[in-house]
């Protein structure tokens, strides 16, 4: 397997030598250079330090880019399909067989470490979206007060996901579930697979269209059901409290407090996981990722219980529900710090 890993990164950088240029002039200097030690190459020197001031399509347009982006994102979905098979095959090939509740959760555990590893792979060989997870260090200590963890996580991009699932702690990722669109279930391949690991889909009444949020009530019941059942077994919960990709990735939506009363009434620890970035290398309004972006990441420990949180900060005999709002405001406030001091300047 190391073989393997070590000949495809081998064989995209000599594929990727020719446009190197354009794809310097395309990104920042310190990523060229980052990029060019890891295929490589050198700095692009002054010439990318100038062109990182102009707009992306400005760039492309003077650098040849638009003959590289596409060649890129190509890889990458290419690269993120190939990696996603042997889960997705696991998958399918036991989606059949009989067991018990237990055995059922032991299955979701082994493809949700499976399909962490081999994605954070597919990360790692696209050299061109650098991902720098350092800030993601304090996650390991998650959970060791002995309540289940909660992770907010910000959502600007479809790369969002994979990300998560790629970086989260292994002690984590086996029992990290996220509450997810129903129509997210229907993708192929990526849906099979939701469903085999045992993330939870939330019942839109129209699970694909953006921005509406009305839940079928009785399907929403069974989920919360579900959701009681996964967290009472020793799981853990990942949302996107936005509910929704926003537009401008520097600027956070307002948070949706239904998640929260999930981690008030089950007492949990809040996480807050930012990622600044991701939309650059996959926008909202693409249907395939893979532009050469600079991704930062970090994670902090905000509410070691989030009942305490939510009792101090929507203040005495104020009921779970105005808890869940004044704790979304506050997790809302925290993360756009977090996100402002990640986020580089626009351009």
């Given at each position: 397997?190391?073989?393997?890993?070590?000949?495809?990164?081998?064989?995209v950088?000599?594929?990727?030598?020719?446009?190197?240029?354009?794809?310097?002039?395309a990104?920042?200097?310190?990523?060229?250079?980052?990029?060019?030690s890891?295929?490589?190459?050198?700095?692009?020197?002054?010439?990318?330090?100038?062109?990182?001031?102009?707009?992306?399509?400005?760039r492309?347009?003077?650098?040849?880019?638009?003959?590289?982006?596409?060649?890129?994102?190509?890889?990458?979905?290419?690269?993120?399909i190939?990696?996603?098979?042997?889960?997705?095959?696991?998958?399918?090939?036991?989606?059949?067989?009989?067991?018990?509740?237990?055995?059922?959760?032991e299955?979701?555990?082994?493809?949700?470490?499976l399909?962490?590893?081999?994605?954070?792979?597919?990360?790692?060989?696209?050299?061109?979206?650098?991902i720098?997870?350092?800030?993601?260090?304090?996650?390991?200590?998650?959970?060791?007060?002995?309540?289940?963890?909660?992770?907010?996580?910000?959502?600007?991009?479809?790369?969002?996901?994979?990300?998560?699932?790629?970086?989260?702690?292994?002690?984590?990722?086996?029992?990290?579930k996220?509450?997810?669109?129903?129509?997210?279930?229907?993708l192929?391949?990526?849906?099979?697979?939701?469903?085999?690991?045992?993330?939870?889909?939330?019942?839109?009444?129209?699970?694909?269209?953006?921005?509406?949020?009305?839940?079928?009530?009785?399907?929403?019941?069974?989920?919360?059901?579900?959701v009681?059942?996964?967290?009472?077994?020793?799981?853990?919960?990942?949302?996107?409290?936005?509910?929704?990709?926003?537009?401008?990735?520097?600027?956070?939506?307002?948070?949706?407090?239904?998640?929260?009363?999930?981690c008030?009434?089950?007492?949990?620890?809040?996480w807050?996981?930012?990622?600044?970035?991701?939309?650059?290398?996959?926008?909202?309004?693409?249907?395939?990722g893979?532009?050469?972006?600079?991704?930062?990441?970090?994670?902090r420990r905000?509410?070691?219980s989030?009942?305490?949180?939510?009792?101090?900060?929507?203040g005495?005999?104020?009921?779970?529900?105005?808890?869940a709002?004044?704790?979304?405001?506050d997790?809302?406030?925290?993360?756009?710090?977090?996100?402002?001091?990640?986020?580089?300047?626009?351009?």
């Amino acid at each position: 397997l190391k073989f393997r890993v070590a000949l495809q990164s081998s064989a995209v950088c000599i594929l990727l030598g020719p446009a190197r240029a354009g794809m310097q002039s395309a990104i920042p200097e310190r990523e060229s250079a980052q990029m060019g030690s890891l295929c490589g190459g050198g700095s692009a020197g002054n010439r990318a330090m100038a062109s990182a001031q102009e707009p992306l399509q400005a760039r492309e347009t003077r650098s040849g880019a638009p003959l590289v982006v596409p060649a890129l994102k190509a890889i990458f979905l290419c690269n993120f399909i190939l990696f996603s098979l042997p889960p997705w095959i696991y998958a399918v090939a036991t989606d059949q067989c009989r067991r018990s509740r237990e055995a059922d959760r032991e299955r979701g555990r082994r493809l949700g470490r499976l399909t962490s590893r081999l994605w954070r792979m597919a990360l790692r060989l696209c050299c061109w979206v650098q991902i720098d997870a350092g800030g993601l260090a304090p996650l390991e200590e998650a959970g060791q007060n002995g309540r289940k963890v909660f992770i907010a996580v910000n959502h600007s991009s479809w790369l969002d996901t994979p990300i998560v699932c790629a970086f989260a702690p292994r002690s984590l990722i086996g029992d990290l579930k996220t509450l997810m669109a129903n129509g997210h279930l229907k993708l192929p391949i990526l849906g099979r697979l939701a469903n085999a690991v045992g993330h939870l889909p939330v019942p839109f009444t129209r699970s694909m269209e953006r921005g509406v949020f009305t839940v079928d009530a009785e399907r929403m019941r069974v989920l919360s059901a579900r959701v009681d059942e996964h967290i009472q077994a020793g799981g853990h919960l990942s949302i996107f409290p936005e509910g929704d990709l926003s537009q401008n990735w520097r600027q956070l939506l307002p948070f949706r407090a239904g998640g929260l009363e999930i981690c008030i009434r089950h007492d949990m620890e809040v996480w807050a996981w930012v990622n600044a970035g991701a939309a650059e290398s996959w926008p909202v309004d693409e249907k395939v990722g893979g532009r050469p972006a600079k991704i930062r990441c970090e994670a902090r420990r905000l509410y070691p219980s989030a009942r305490e949180a939510g009792a101090r900060l929507a203040g005495e005999g104020a009921d779970t529900r105005a808890q869940a709002i004044a704790l979304a405001e506050d997790l809302r406030r925290t993360m756009q710090v977090m996100l402002d001091n990640l986020a580089e300047p626009a351009p």
